[in-house]
C-alpha cells in the first residue's frame, strides 16, 4: 500500500463514521427522543392532593392485583413444586 491509499482508507472511516452518526442523530430526533422529558411533563398541570391520593390509591391496587394474579397462576400450575 502505498500513503495514498492509506490516507483514503482513513478519511473513509473517518467520513463513514460521522455520516452514521449523523443519521442516528437524525433518526431520533425524527423518534421525538430529542424531547426533553420534563418540558413534557411540566405542560400537565399539577395534581391537586386528592387527585394524587386517588391516583397512588390506583397504582397500590393495580400492583396488587397484578400480584394476586400472578399467585393464583403459581396456584394452578400443573408442575409439582417442592
Do not use: C, H
Not at 413534557?40 to 395534581?47: D, E, L, V
Amino acid at each position: 500500500m502505498n500513503v495514498n491509499q492509506i490516507v483514503n482508507l482513513i478519511i473513509r472511516m473517518i467520513m463513514r463514521r460521522g455520516i452514521n452518526a449523523g443519521i442516528n442523530k437524525g433518526m431520533g430526533m425524527a423518534r421525538g427522543a430529542g424531547k426533553s422529558r420534563t418540558q413534557a411533563k411540566q405542560s400537565r398541570p399539577p395534581m391537586t392532593p386528592e387527585e394524587e391520593a386517588e391516583f397512588q390509591e390506583f397504582r397500590r391496587q393495580k400492583k396488587l392485583a397484578r400480584k394476586q394474579a400472578e399467585k393464583q397462576k403459581r396456584k394452578n400450575d400443573p408442575i409439582d413444586r417442592m
